[in-house]
């Protein structure tokens, strides 16, 4: 699988997934704070479904050598 999540975009959603899931763990948001999974799983794997439909790449290009 080539990876398309990149850098701080990564960061951004672990970040924001684990505080969904925290919040949704502690009652503070409804279920929906469950979906913070989706954010999580694509940036510990560094893909993203949607990308490839919307042709974004957060990732830096592989230099030449």
Do not use: E, Q
């Not at 924001?16 to 763990?25: E, S």
């Not at 694509?42 to 479904?49: D, E, H, S």
């Amino acid at each position: 699988m080539k990876f398309n999540v990149g850098g701080i975009d990564r960061i951004a959603r672990i970040v924001v997934g684990l505080v969904l899931i925290a919040l949704a763990a502690t009652g503070t948001v409804g279920w929906w704070g469950w979906l913070g999974v989706l954010p999580l799983a694509t940036g510990l794997f560094r893909f993203c479904p949607a990308y490839p439909l919307l042709g974004v790449n957060t990732c830096k290009l592989p230099k030449d050598s």
